[in-house]
């Protein structure tokens, strides 16, 4: 494991230690509202400020590093899960199942996304808690982001599909789902990976941009999404930059995890 | 010196002075002039005044458009414009106005009786659909004109209006006779270039008829330039810049951020017509729980909601002060229809809570039960997008939460909204805003009558479901058809209480009215009422070589 690697190791680790200490660390919670305070500049009491309604920055922080590094990677597990089941297995049987895939998939990224996911809100039971908004929200996002992946796996495993050990393999008679699961999965696992954490901060974002549809993670609840939010409107950096820790710490998460990667999946 | 140097000098010394004449003489005639610049949120839809609905276009009919009577921005008095005076009728079916003499269109021809008469005749006629000609509408019959002088003309409506002359300011009067209709104004200035999705040119007219003290005919500016704008971001960076003269009206994070920078600049007004409330869902047939529909129906259960809510905090936090506690219906800053025996429901969690428990709900371990025992939670819908609504909605999530009760805030785009609200009814509690522009309460009566489209808790019923929605509807129509001022407000002080008492709607606040004046303007005098800032446009100056980066 060389240096960076190591390092990325450590603050991933680190943040993911910090958020799971997060009671410990602000015992005054992400909904605590310090009304004397709203807006306050980083001090002893609010290490990161206060925010419109005078709740603790570093608090929200925190709780939103839990709720976005445990539901984003979910998020992206589902929709990879599924990426790799269309993609995977359309491009592994190759022919009309290869061009009805792509078929679908095409299909499916051309469809207007932004006004189902309204129409999707309208169903939605408006009592629902917080909490299950969140994985809600969440689940949506798998469900509908594994289109663009599907496509990528698909050309890889029709590419595997002639490789000569592929077709060694079925020269000694391994066929079906054990030739797929045993030779053709093992070696999509690179494009996997790369898919899997290219979604992550693309599932970020996308509930932070589905805040402002009333889609995202409900009130009081907070998420690297709506605290990102904030950041709306903000014309002066150095006034507040203490209002710039959501994106810190997005961007030094993210390229950790891209850090992680090995050198085969990056290449994927 | 020689008698020829003499008369040298003597040339020199007069030319020299008949300059200094000339150019003091064109410096007092020249005062004001240049061109004013601020911003329109939207395009105009129409530059036909009698078809105008939205604010940009009312902006432009305001600059452009000449009225009988106009409501003074500042003092809320309703004072004569082109119509030296006004006479209302006992039964308040006619009124007849006395027309101001030698006043002339922008395009060059005499205003008389007739173009008062074309221009009703026009605003009548159903087949215009004009909003502002709704206003008039009373009942049964046509409006007619009568030209009773060459200088006075009378409107006979067919039943009384409320109100009438008050109605008069919203009504620019046209040509009858000029084939530019809508080219030919009254009003302080023309439409002179309209660049689509850019920018509106307006230019002095030069036939305006109003002069000031010294006589100088108005306006003093020799034009102003409307950007189309809707980005508020850029609208204040370009203020900033100096490339604006003003904003007509801005959010209190704007304003504090201008405040903080050039204190000078920025303007707060005091208390708006414009308020923020909530409401519970109370129609019959709406799908939510039948327990749900006991607690929003009684009037106790609403008032304890009202009594543990944070007014003073919500004005302080969201608004940065920059709002009032709201009292009802009415804003204080509505001089004369304002009931001023009513006070803001001040913040009683304690009261509440006892309240409730009167009406046998009980809190168990922070949670609170109502008497058969079911968890008090219900869900707050606001649109999407208005960050002051969201934080206002977080913040009585936390009040509530103090008695036990749970509120799930939910945002929704502002279509889903409304259908939710006015259609499937598939809501418990919403908050939402109401942006004011009349002063009267008959542009309220479409709120106060159970029988209206946006009688919000429980809109159009087939006769009043409660006998207090009956008492309001009965003093709305009284306040509707009296014509003596005192009488209707009476109707309307009791129709205030009777919404405190049983409060189906919980004002929140009333944001101030705030707006942004660059230095380089003379004159202006920001107001609450529409349009706040150019209200008194012909007056206004700007300061030549004052326009500078902010």
Redesign the interface.
């Known amino acids: 494991m060389n240096a960076a690697r190591k390092l990325s190791c450590i603050v991933v680790l680190a943040v993911c230690a910090l958020s799971l200490a997060a009671n410990w660390l602000s015992p005054a919670g992400y909904?605590k509202?310090f009304?004397e305070a709203?807006n306050a500049p980083a001090s002893r009491q609010h290490l990161l400020g206060t925010d419109?309604?005078?709740r603790d920055r570093f608090a929200r922080v925190l709780y939103g590093t839990r709720i976005s590094l445990l539901l984003a990677p979910a998020a992206a597990l589902v929709s990879t899960g599924l990426a790799a089941l269309v993609g995977g297995l359309a491009g592994y049987l190759g022919g009309i199942w290869l061009r009805m895939a792509r078929a679908f998939t095409d299909l499916f990224l051309s469809l207007p996304w932004l006004f189902l996911l309204?129409t999707v809100?309208?169903l939605m039971p408006?009592?629902?808690?917080?909490l299950v908004s969140v994985l809600i929200t969440f689940f949506i996002l798998g469900l509908l982001g594994w289109a663009a992946s599907a496509r990528v796996l698909s050309t890889s495993a029709d590419n595997l599909r002639n490789c000569d050990f592929v077709l060694q393999a079925r020269a000694s008679g391994l066929h079906g789902p054990r030739l797929f699961l045993i030779h053709v999965l093992p070696n999509l696992k690179p494009v996997l990976y790369a898919q899997f954490w290219i979604s992550i901060p693309v599932f970020i974002l996308a509930e932070a941009n589905l805040?402002?549809?009333?889609l995202g993670v409900?009130?009081?609840l907070p998420s690297w999404g709506s605290l990102l939010r904030e950041l709306?409107?903000l014309?002066s950096f150095r006034e507040q930059p203490w209002r710039l820790a959501p994106l810190i710490l997005l961007i030094v998460v993210m390229t950790s995890f891209q850090l992680l990667l090995s050198d085969e999946e990056v290449a994927a | 010196m020689n008698m020829i140097g003499c008369r040298k000098s003597f040339r020199r010394i007069l030319c020299f002075a008949i300059f200094l004449i000339i150019l003091t003489s064109a410096a007092a005639f020249s005062q004001g002039g240049g061109e004013l610049r601020f911003c329109l949120r939207s395009e105009p839809k129409t530059f036909d005044p009698l078809l105008v609905d939205d604010d940009s276009s009312l902006s432009i009919r305001y600059l452009t458009g000449g009225v009988l009577l106009r409501v003074n921005r500042h003092t809320q008095a309703l004072e004569a414009e082109l119509a030296e005076s006004w006479k209302l009728s006992k039964d308040g079916k006619q009124i007849t106005f006395k027309l101001r003499r030698g006043v002339m269109f922008s395009d060059g021809s005499s205003f008389s009786p007739e173009d008062v008469a074309f221009t009703i005749q026009r605003l009548m006629d159903p087949a215009l659909h004009s909003s502002t000609g709704d206003a008039f509408r009373s009942g049964n019959g046509a409006v007619t004109t009568k030209i009773v002088a060459p200088d006075q003309i009378t409107v006979i409506f067919p039943a009384p209006i409320a109100g009438l002359d008050r109605l008069f300011d919203q009504v620019a009067i046209m040509s009858a006779h000029s084939p530019r209709k809508e080219a030919a104004v009254l009003g302080p200035f023309m439409v002179a270039e309209y660049k689509a999705g850019s920018s509106v040119l307006l230019r002095r007219n030069p036939n305006y008829w109003k002069k000031d003290l010294q006589g100088r005919r108005l306006p003093y500016l020799d034009s102003i330039r409307l950007d189309i704008q809707s980005n508020r971001d850029v609208e204040m960076l370009r203020f900033k810049r100096g490339e604006l003269d003003l904003i007509n009206v801005i959010d209190s994070d704007y304003f504090d951020r201008l405040a903080a920078g050039s204190p000078g600049l920025a303007h707060d007004a005091g208390a708006s017509l414009d308020s923020d409330f909530m409401w519970f869902n109370q129609v019959a047939s709406a799908p939510i729980p039948e327990y749900k529909r006991v607690w929003f129906r009684d009037p106790n259960f609403r008032r304890a909601i009202s009594q543990a809510i944070n007014r003073a905090d919500l004005s302080r936090v969201v608004f940065n002060g920059h709002a009032q506690p709201a009292v009802g219906p009415v804003s204080p800053a509505n001089k004369f229809w304002f009931d001023d025996k009513l006070k803001a429901e001040p913040y009683r969690p304690d009261q509440a809570l006892e309240r409730l428990q009167a009406d046998g709900f009980r809190r168990q371990n922070g949670t609170l039960f109502d008497r058969a025992g079911n968890t008090v939670e219900f869900s707050i819908v606001t649109n999407a997008g208005s960050k002051p609504r969201e934080r206002m909605a977080v913040m009585v999530q936390e009040d509530l939460g103090k008695l036990g009760i749970k509120v799930n805030v939910v945002t929704l785009d502002f279509p889903s909204l409304i259908e939710r609200i006015s259609q499937k009814f598939n809501y418990e509690a919403a908050m939402l805003g109401f942006r004011n522009v009349d002063l009267d309460p008959n542009g309220q009566m479409n709120i106060w009558l159970s029988s209206a489209e946006n009688h919000a808790w429980n809109p159009q019923q087939k006769s009043p479901e409660t006998a207090w929605e009956a008492e309001i509807d009965r003093l709305m129509r009284i306040q509707a058809s009296a014509v003596d001022p005192k009488k209707r407000k009476e109707s309307f002080d009791r129709v205030q209480e009777i919404v405190s008492e049983q409060t189906p709607m919980i004002y929140l606040v009333n944001q101030n009215a705030l707006s942004a004046i660059s230095s380089a303007v003379e004159g202006a005098n920001p107001g609450i009422l529409s349009p706040q800032t150019f209200w008194n446009a012909e007056r206004l100056t700007l300061i030549p070589g004052t326009r500078a980066s902010r």
Request: net charge negative; glycine share 16%.
């Open positions: 909904a509202q009304r709203p419109d309604v005078g309204i809100r309208a408006l009592n629902v808690s917080p805040g402002i549809l009333g409900a009130e009081p709306e409107g014309i």
